[in-house]
């Protein structure tokens, strides 16, 4: 089966750094996704990762173990915009393709 | 504005109603999916099209009956509900494989249609 796990709830202070971690156990791997969602609105993508390493744009960092199955979106200068939940995604290639989507990570940035 | 559209924006019926969900993409993907999102709940594949062809169903009962009648379009038609569907259903679409050139191929989401079941 495919299985991703994510911490669910995080809290953290306005200008800090945060790590949101994610593990994954699926077949067929074809890239790692993160997607930002914000109360009543549509996920939208954050970065992607499908080779071990990080991968940086802006505020924004990601980091793919495929051995570990693990990744992490690292967040720099917290602002409170950025409160929302931050979805981890694996897609998965069989006949066609398709991405399966852990639990989601609500994180509550505070002044 | 991500260039997937979903009507209606929000959805009451009856356990007896017939309604259609509705998804356009203007993007020139071919693949496309529809998801649930129920409360804390990840979100859930139901449906998707590559092609046009449904490629995925993932044991979604059968009042849930998705079309695709070309690469823009997808519906997702309603029958004899349960109160449990009551959830946001995003549609989604992407091109089928990342291409390469920068392309990550990933997910493309509309605003999502809100469905409540009285």
């Known amino acids: 089966g495919q299985n991703i796990d994510q911490p669910t709830e995080m809290t953290a202070t306005e200008g800090a750094i945060v790590q949101i971690n994610c593990t994954y156990q699926t077949s067929g791997f074809n890239g790692l996704f993160w997607y930002q969602q914000h109360a009543g609105e549509a996920p939208t993508f954050l970065s992607y990762n499908v080779l071990d390493g990080l991968e940086e744009k802006g505020r924004f960092s990601s980091f793919l173990s495929r051995s570990k199955g693990y990744s992490y979106l690292l967040l720099k200068e917290l602002q409170m915009k950025d409160s929302a939940s931050y979805l981890c995604?694996?897609?998965?290639?069989?006949?066609?393709?398709?991405?399966?989507f852990g639990p989601g990570t609500r994180l509550s940035v505070l002044p | 504005e991500t260039g997937v559209t979903q009507t209606p924006r929000h959805l009451v019926m009856g356990m007896t109603n017939k309604k259609s969900l509705k998804c356009e993409q203007h993007?020139?993907?071919?693949?496309m999916y529809w998801y649930k999102q129920s409360a804390k709940k990840p979100l859930e594949l139901m449906f998707v099209y590559n092609f046009k062809e449904q490629t995925e169903n993932n044991s979604v009962p059968s009042r849930f009956s998705p079309e695709c009648p070309n690469s823009s379009h997808l519906f997702l038609h309603l029958h004899t509900l349960q109160p449990e569907d009551s959830a946001l259903y995003l549609c989604?679409?992407?091109?089928?494989?990342?291409?390469?050139?920068?392309?990550?191929?990933?997910?493309?989401f509309g605003e999502g249609s809100r469905l409540t079941v009285l």
């Open positions: 993007l020139g993907h071919n693949a």
């Open positions: 995604a694996v897609r998965v290639l069989n006949y066609g393709q398709n991405f399966v």
């Open positions: 989604a679409s992407s091109h089928p494989i990342a291409r390469g050139g920068g392309d990550t191929g990933e997910l493309f």
